[in-house]
């Protein structure tokens, strides 16, 4: 699904969500109505469309309009519904690049190079088919002993190992990882909500961590542990389940 070549995900929209809504937004798209194709894409995915396809093409739409943020967090909600899509991983790098804070997330440990391509829960279920599968074949060798179960215990074994130790990884950093983007142009995080002194400011597009919420107010963190409380809604929540807020309203003239 590159950005630029928008042929591919058009086609596996189609393929994947039919429907009226989506429909409408996908012929929006090709005719380059891209304000018209945001408004249609968001309407789908608030109305129950969720999947990597629409909320990729609701990015596109959004990028095309220079809602830089939207697009952002139209990609990240993406890559949740499709961890393994590289095209999204790209089109967030390139997005990335026009915001002016520039924070990056965390690197992943480089040993446990599947996480990136793994979402947490397809690693736990992973984890536990495979000390399942592992569980068999010992209950196999303690009534059959002469079996031959080495080798396939073994190869069992180390993605059990590999799995479980990843998944115990995300349950320790899931406090941690990004899960909201900054939609507003310019927010300022304070020590103690709305009357508190300001600690720093971050601008659209900035990827934080929700620690905390207290009303209208959440306490948000950034990789290199600066804490700071924002309004709420000047954030977008990565969860895909909620609602979309509405495309920016394009400039008059």
């Known amino acids: 699904m590159p950005l630029f070549g928008l042929t591919t995900p058009l086609l596996c929209l189609g393929l994947a969500t039919a429907g009226e809504p989506v429909d409408d937004a996908l012929a929006a798209l090709v005719a380059g ?22 909320y990729y093409n609701l990015g596109v739409s959004l990028y095309r309009e220079d809602a830089i943020p939207e697009a952002i967090l139209a ?3 993406a890559a949740v519904l499709a961890p393994r899509d590289g095209d999204i991983l790209m089109n967030l790098s390139h997005a990335r690049r026009r915001t002016q804070d520039r924070i990056e997330a965390p690197a992943l440990d480089s040993w446990m ?17 495979c000390l399942s599968a592992l569980g068999a074949l010992g ?9 031959p179960v080495g080798i396939p215990a073994l190869l069992v074994g180390v993605p059990a190992l590999a799995f479980t130790l990843s998944t115990a990884a995300e349950l320790s950093t899931l406090n941690d990882r990004p899960d909201a983007v900054v939609l ?16 720093f400011t971050l601008h659209a597009g900035a990827e934080v961590t929700v620690r905390e919420r207290v ?37 008059a003239g």
């Open 33 to 54: 109505d891209h304000a018209e194709a945001s408004r249609l894409h968001v309407a789908a995915v608030n109305g129950g469309a969720l999947s990597g396809d629409v």
């Open 75 to 77: 990609w990240r909600r």
């Open 215 to 251: 009303g209208a107010q959440a306490l948000i963190a950034l990789p290199d542990d600066r804490v700071g409380w924002v309004p709420l809604d000047t954030l977008g929540l990565v969860d895909p389940r909620l609602p979309f807020p509405s495309p920016p309203a394009k400039p």
């Open 139 to 147: 209950a196999l060798w303690r009534l059959r002993p002469e079996a």
């Open 113 to 129: 190079f599947w996480r990136s391509s793994f979402s947490f829960s397809e690693q736990g279920w992973a984890a536990a088919l």
């Open 184 to 199: 507003t142009d310019e927010v300022s995080a304070r020590s103690e909500g709305a009357g508190g002194v300001v600690l």
